[in-house]
C-alpha cells in the first residue's frame, strides 16, 4: 500500500500567450478551477496506476474542501486520512503560456496545519510505502519518513519545492526524489548530473533526478541507470514532476524494479504534458505500457554505482 502524506490545493488556472515579466500585467479570457498540490497530484498519479492509495493531509472548512476531497475520491485515492483545518484551503494561482511553460504562486493555507498524528501508525510496517513532498511543514515531513523507517516501511522523499535540509535529515529516506535545482539547493553547488545524483546517494538511499527535456537518472545501491523523456508536444508541463512521482512510488510499491518503475514514470510524465491540468492530464496504466516502447529500456551507468 502506498501511503502519501502532503499538500492538496485549490488551482486557478490561467492560460495566457505569454508569462508575465516583473511588473507587467498580463490579460486572458478566464480561468478554471483544477485540482493540485503535489501530494495529492501524487497520490493521484500513483492510484490512476493501479496502486491502492491513501491520502493523508488537511483542506479548509471554505467551500474548497468538499471539491477537493471528492477530486481525490474520484481518482480512486483513499481519504480517511484528510482532516479539516480552521485555515483556509490551500490554494495555487498558475500562469500557463502557449509553449506549455508555467509560473505558480501557492497560498499554503491548511497545508500548514498537517500533523504526525494524521499518519496511522498501524499502516506503517514492511510492504508499504510512505511518500512525502516539501509543501507541509518539513519538520512534520522529516519526523514522519523517520517514523516509518523504523517501522520497516520503504520511505520516498520529493523534495520539492527546493529546500535545505539540516544535515543527516535524510538518513530515514530510502529514495530521495529531486530535479537539478532542487539538488543544487541541498548540495549548495551545480554539477555533472550523474556527479549530483552520486553525491545524494547513500549506502541505503537511491537518488533519482530529474532533467526535464533530457529525462532522468537513478544512482543507489541496486546500481545506476538513466532514461529519456517520452518525445510529446507539451500542452501543459504543471504537472509533469508530480505525475513522475507518483508514478515512480507506484510502480515501486506495486514490485516493479527500479529501472522498470523509472522508465514507466517517465512516460507517465510526458504524457501528462500532452493535456491541460496537473490532474487532468495523468494517464492510466494502459496509457503508459502503450507507449513505454518508445523508450527503450533503461540505459545502465556503470561509472556512476558505488561513487
Same mark, same amino acid.
Given at each position: ?8 490545493? !485549490?488551482?486557478?488556472? *490561467? ?11 498580463? %490579460? ?5 478551477? !483544477? ?19 491513501? *491520502? ?60 504526525? /498524528?494524521?499518519?496511522? /501508525? ?16 518539513? =519538520?512534520?515531513?522529516?519526523?514522519? %519518513? ?14 520539492? =519545492? ?14 530521495? %526524489? ?5 539538488? !543544487? ?50 500542452? /501543459? ?6 505525475? *513522475? ?5 507506484? *510502480? ?7 529501472? /522498470? ?16 491540468? !496537473? ?12 507507449? %513505454? ?15
Amino acid at each position: 500500500m502506498l501511503l502519501v502524506l502532503g499538500s492538496i490545493n !485549490a488551482d486557478l488556472v *490561467f492560460e495566457v500567450e505569454a508569462l508575465p515579466k516583473p511588473g507587467e500585467t498580463v %490579460l486572458c479570457p478566464g480561468w478554471r478551477l !483544477a485540482h493540485g498540490g503535489k501530494g495529492a497530484n501524487q497520490a493521484a498519479a500513483a492510484a490512476k496506476l493501479g496502486a491502492r492509495v491513501r *491520502f493523508f493531509g488537511r483542506v479548509g472548512l471554505d467551500p474548497w474542501g468538499p471539491v477537493l476531497r471528492r477530486g481525490l475520491e474520484e481518482a480512486g485515492v483513499e481519504v480517511g486520512g484528510l482532516a479539516s483545518s480552521p485555515r483556509p484551503s490551500g490554494t495555487a494561482v498558475i500562469a500557463v503560456d502557449r509553449a506549455g511553460e508555467n509560473q505558480i504562486l501557492v497560498a499554503s493555507g491548511a497545508n500548514l496545519d498537517v500533523s504526525l /498524528d494524521q499518519l496511522d /501508525d498501524a499502516m506503517l510496517r514492511p510492504g508499504t510505502t510512505l511518500l512525502c513532498q516539501n509543501e507541509i511543514p518539513l =519538520p512534520v515531513t522529516l519526523a514522519a %519518513l523517520e517514523r516509518a523507517r523504523a517501522a520497516g516501511a520503504r520511505t520516498i522523499l520529493n523534495l520539492a =519545492p527546493a529546500a535545505a535540509v539540516p544535515p543527516g535529515a535524510l538518513e530515514p529516506v530510502d529514495l530521495l %526524489l529531486v530535479n537539478e535545482h532542487e539538488a !543544487a539547493a541541498l548540495l549548495g553547488r551545480e554539477c555533472e548530473p550523474e556527479a549530483t545524483a552520486a553525491a545524494l546517494a547513500g549506502p541505503r538511499r537511491t537518488c533519482v533526478l530529474t532533467l526535464g527535456r533530457a529525462g532522468a537518472l537513478a544512482v543507489g545501491p541496486e546500481g545506476a541507470w538513466r532514461v529519456p523523456a517520452l518525445t510529446v508536444r507539451p500542452v /501543459d508541463t504543471t504537472g509533469a514532476g508530480d505525475a *513522475f512521482a507518483g508514478a515512480l512510488a507506484a *510502480f515501486l510499491d506495486l514490485g516493479l524494479s527500479l529501472p /522498470d518503475a523509472l522508465a514507466r514514470a517517465s512516460v507517465a510524465a510526458g504524457l501528462t504534458c500532452e493535456r491541460l491540468g !496537473a490532474r487532468e492530464g495523468q494517464p492510466d496504466r494502459a496509457a503508459v505500457e502503450a507507449r %513505454l516502447a518508445e523508450l527503450g529500456p533503461p540505459v545502465p551507468i556503470t561509472a556512476a554505482r558505488g561513487s
